[in-house]
């Protein structure tokens, strides 16, 4: 298996696929199931080598639990929401600016309804950075 692609070899992903090993029955049923040697697996258990993508996923395809791929899925899903908030937080700073842009127009051509609408858009775009915000302290 020497195509496979090493996910993490740290300690939280082996000790996850340790405990999958002990509840498949050990080391020998897991080689066997993996096709690979008992060596390979007490290395990936023990951090001589890095846990394969396949063989963690065939253990839990076996035992029909998740937790390295829950475990995964959870640091997508942080990133995920870091992602958003800089999106809103790059959207307050572009209608921030349009306010600024139209406030200079009122000033120059006295025409308050452009100031309105960005007003408006921005106090939108911060009050959705805010909800989120709010939303994640809360967690």
């Known amino acids: 298996m020497s195509g496979d692609v090493a996910v993490y070899q740290g300690p939280a992903v082996r000790a996850l696929f340790k405990q999958l090993v002990r509840d498949f029955g050990g080391v020998d049923a897991a080689a066997a199931l ?16 890095p846990v394969s993508i396949a063989h963690f996923c065939g253990l839990e395809d076996a035992l029909e639990r998740f937790p390295i791929t829950s475990m995964l899925a959870d640091r997508r899903a942080a990133r995920q929401v870091r992602q958003e908030v800089h999106d809103l937080v790059l959207r307050v700073v572009a ?25 408006r858009e921005s106090i939108s775009a911060s009050q959705q950075l805010l909800a989120r915000l709010e939303t994640e302290a809360a967690a």
Do not use: Q
């Open 34 to 49: 993996l096709d690979c040697s008992k060596g390979t697996i007490s290395r990936e258990v023990n951090g001589g080598l």
């Open 95 to 119: 209608e921030n600016g349009d306010v600024s842009n139209a406030a200079v127009g009122l000033l120059c051509a006295g025409d308050p309804e452009a100031v309105m609408k960005e007003l």
